[in-house]
């Protein structure tokens, strides 16, 4: 039988693929970066539920959530999440706690608001996506 080095240089193409800062979800899942923007998405359209289900524990009322800021502007026409590279949290291989600095531009009727800031986030119960477990944001001078 034929053998070919094409099989093990994929596999090997895999191992070097997969980034080990996130490897407490299932491979192929969605980055924490990819998982925010979608959050900013769904609040930005009003649709708690989606929102909500980004949460490892949503936040009951909207005016305690960590990020009440945001889930409370009125007239929000854009809003935009800039990320950088996520900073480990815990001593875990992989870690299972991730810090994702951000900066926000949130568009509304009455002006422009910036925040800075991070959200936490951890792998999902069923280990297939990454879930918030908590913010902190502050407002920005321009």
């Known amino acids: 039988m034929p053998t070919t080095k094409a099989a093990p240089q994929a596999a090997t193409v895999d ?3 997969i ?3 996130y490897g407490a979800v299932a491979n192929g ?3 924490p970066a990819a998982m925010l923007n979608r959050y900013m998405l769904d609040l930005l359209n009003r649709n708690t539920s989606r929102s909500d289900a980004a949460w490892a524990y949503a936040p009951a009322d909207p005016r305690r959530a960590d990020d009440a ?3 409370l502007l009125p007239d929000v026409r854009n809003l935009r999440l800039d990320s ?3 900073l480990p949290r815990d001593d875990g291989q992989p870690p299972r706690l991730l810090e994702v600095p951000v900066k926000i ?4 009727a009455n002006g422009t608001f910036r925040y800075h800031g991070w959200y936490r986030v951890q792998p999902s119960a069923n280990g297939r996506s990454w879930q918030i477990q908590s913010a902190s944001l502050q407002p920005t001078l321009d």
């Open 15 to 17: 191992a070097i693929a």
């Open 19 to 21: 980034d080990p800062l």
């Open 29 to 31: 899942s969605e980055t």
């Open 69 to 71: 800021v945001l889930r």
């Open 84 to 86: 950088d590279v996520a």
């Open 105 to 108: 531009r949130a568009l509304t």
